[in-house]
T-cell receptor, first 112, second 115 residues
Framework: AQSVTQLGSHVSVSEGALVLLRCNYSSSVPPYLFWYVQYPNQGLQLLLKYTSAATLVKGINGFEAEFKKSETSFHLTKPSAHMSDAAEYFCAVTNNNNDMRFGAGTRLTVKP | ETGVTQSPTHLIKTRGQQVTLRCSSQSGHNTVSWYQQALGQGPQFIFQYYREEENGRGNFPPRFSGLQFPNYSSELNVNALELDDSALYLC??????????????FGPGTRLTVL
């Protein structure tokens, strides 16, 4: 079965600094990979998804992620953090689209 | 275009009771998935409905059941509530096109507290 591991339950960066949130996946077949963001007391919002069309995926709000098969990774990056980026971020994987597996989440804090 | 809506927003029940949570899918979507998100954890897949039929189930006991209606809205029913059922329940809809991983659009969730 597929799974994801998010390295680091908490990440803290200064405003304007690089954001790097790590995600490694496990899958026996080519996966579909997603990053979602969750603000307090809200549902999940899709940031971006990988569906094998391109290894570098650009999403909303300046985020992007690179699929690296050799490293089984799909890390999320943003060149310059904004205060509004403070939230919980989830990486997720699916093969067949009816069983999406989420990581435990990474809480991003942005310091002024 | 109306997004995914869920009701109620919050709910408090006692152990042993039954609860029904509701979800209206986004316009044009025929697939609804339900997730349980315990505090401080990622969402866990409960089950998915596609055109009124169950189309996959996660590792949840039979007391978690669901329905999907002809208008593609959905219900999640939980019987014999336990304390560990306290969580945020998320509904997500997608338009199954068979062309790969369809994006799931999430509702705001229902916060269930079991006392």
């Amino acid at each position: 079965a597929q799974s994801v591991t998010q390295l680091g339950s908490h990440v803290s960066v200064s405003e304007g600094a690089l954001v790097l949130l790590r995600c490694n996946y496990s899958s026996s077949v080519p996966p579909y990979l997603f990053w979602y963001v969750q603000y307090p007391n809200q549902g999940l919002q899709l940031l971006l998804k990988y569906t094998s069309a391109a290894t570098l995926v650009k999403g909303i709000n300046g985020f992007e992620a690179e699929f690296k098969k050799s490293e089984t990774s799909f890390h999320l990056t943003k060149p310059s953090a904004h205060m509004s980026d403070a939230a919980e971020y989830f990486c997720a994987v699916t093969n067949n689209n009816n069983d999406m597996r989420f990581g435990a989440g990474t809480r991003l804090t942005v310091k002024p | 275009e109306t997004g995914v809506t869920q009701s109620p927003t919050h709910l408090i029940k006692t152990r042993g009771q039954q609860v029904t949570l509701r979800c209206s899918s986004q316009s044009g979507h025929n697939t609804v998935s339900w997730y349980q998100q315990a505090l401080g954890q990622g969402p866990q897949f409960i089950f998915q409905y596609y055109r009124e039929e169950e189309n996959g189930r996660g590792n949840f006991p039979p007391r978690f059941s669901g329905l999907q209606f002809p208008n593609y809205s959905s219900e999640l029913n939980v019987n014999a509530l336990e304390l560990d059922d306290s969580a945020l329940y998320l509904c997500a809809s997608s338009g199954s096109s068979g062309m790969g991983a369809d994006t799931q659009y999430f509702g705001p969730g229902t916060r269930l507290t079991v006392l």
